[in-house]
Nanobody, 113 residues
């Protein structure tokens, strides 16, 4: 069965940094586009970053220059390094595989002013 599990969320002050990680199982990970989405209460799910099997990354405009996405195909993991965090970054962050075919359960990131 396909499973995506996120970890690393928490509370951080504005301007700080936080890393979230995702480990995948049940898929041929190295061939899949992976990515991160986020969703705040009352708002639609938003694309944060997408990363190809070879490591090419596309970022959403709201996080450009502040977040870095990477993957390790040997470990079936994809990471999101978040820096210069803002209160508007507060959301549940979800790991996605295969252009949104599979989803993790999410990890909460809260940024205080």
């Amino acid at each position: 069965q396909v499973q995506l599990v996120e970890s690393g969320g928490g509370l951080v002050q504005a301007g700080g940094s936080l890393n979230v990680s995702c480990v995948a199982s049940g898929i041929d990970f190295s061939t899949y586009i992976m990515g991160w989405y986020r969703q705040a209460p009352g708002k639609p799910r938003e694309m944060v970053a997408a990363i190809s099997s070879g490591g090419a990354v596309r970022y959403g405009d709201a996080v450009m220059g502040r977040f870095t996405c990477s993957r390790d195909n040997a470990k079936n993991t994809v990471d999101l390094q978040m820096s210069n965090l803002k209160p508007e970054d507060t959301a549940v962050y979800y790991c996605a595989a295969a252009m949104g075919r599979y989803w993790g359960q999410g990890t909460q990131v809260t940024v205080s002013p």
